[in-house]
């Protein structure tokens, strides 16, 4: 399979296997004008297999989501079909609305305009904890 090189946009790279159509919805990348290609479960030396995102045109990533998903994930920057930029996304501090409390006796449950708001809790284990009930999030 050949998926051509890119101009000017995005390659979301070292996605786990199978995690690439829920990072493409998370990041609502259906509602672009330009090319996107989801490749699954690429080879790679590092992993055995991943996922790649290629986005034809540069966009505003949401870094956060792709921290959350997995910090190995890399996001290479394409400016004139050169790498300009590679970054390593860092699990955020907090997520907004990417999670929902499972907790039912949780105020997010019944006060529906309030934002789903968890907080890193636990770094070395990547634990979330809702702001509100403290209960924690599930992968």
């Known amino acids: 399979m050949i998926i051509g090189s890119i101009r000017d946009g995005i390659v979301i790279d070292h996605i786990p296997a199978g995690r690439g159509m829920e ?11 330009c090319e996107v290609a989801l490749i699954k479960n690429a080879e790679s030396g590092k992993r055995g297999k991943k996922d790649i995102i290629k986005i034809g ?10 921290g959350y ?3 190995g994930i890399t996001v290479n920057i394409i400016r004139d079909g050169q790498r300009a930029e590679k970054i390593h996304p860092a699990l955020p501090e907090t997520i907004v609305h990417l999670i929902k409390c499972k907790n039912p006796r949780c105020i997010t449950s019944c006060e ?8 890193l809790t636990d770094r070395e284990h990547g634990v979330y904890r809702c702001m509100y009930c403290d209960t924690k999030a599930e992968k």
Do not use: C, M, W
């Open 69 to 71: 998903i997995d910090t």
């Open 57 to 66: 045109a540069p966009i505003d990533i949401n870094l956060d989501i792709l």
């Open 23 to 33: 990072l493409y919805s998370y990041l609502k990348l259906g509602r672009l004008d």
């Open 112 to 119: 529906q305009e309030l934002p789903h708001v968890f907080r």
